[in-house]
């Protein structure tokens, strides 16, 4: 005997959708710039609290927070602490963003993660 294979489908949700034409974001006209925050935070510290106190005092130019890195070792960074590391995409919809801006920004940010968390960031 051949195998036989069996599939049902649901057409109703699919046609309500078939002609609608999904909107597109405008492409950026400014560039963005990229700061990356190096730190060292206790284990139990998870990724969505780093998020929440970013996203806390970022401004609106904050488009996105990329985790790249992630290390755990007791000899190089403690026990009962990690080292993350995060690039933080900053873009202005309405200019292009200077080192001073950006800086300031990105500090701001920096220190939150030092208050607030107890980060230790780690330089160069």
Known sequence: AEPLALAEMALAPL???????????????????????????????????????????????????????????????????KSVAYSLVYRSSERTLTDEDVNAMHLAVVNALKNELKAEIREG
């Open 15 to 81: 046609l309500r959708r078939a002609f609608e034409t999904p909107l597109m974001a405008q492409l950026p006209t400014h560039p963005s710039v990229v700061r990356d925050v190096a730190m060292v935070v206790n284990c139990e510290i998870r990724h969505e609290r780093i998020l929440e106190v970013i996203r806390k005092v970022a401004p609106n130019v904050l488009t996105d927070v990329f985790l790249f890195d992630m290390y755990r070792n007791e000899k190089t960074v403690g026990p009962g602490r």
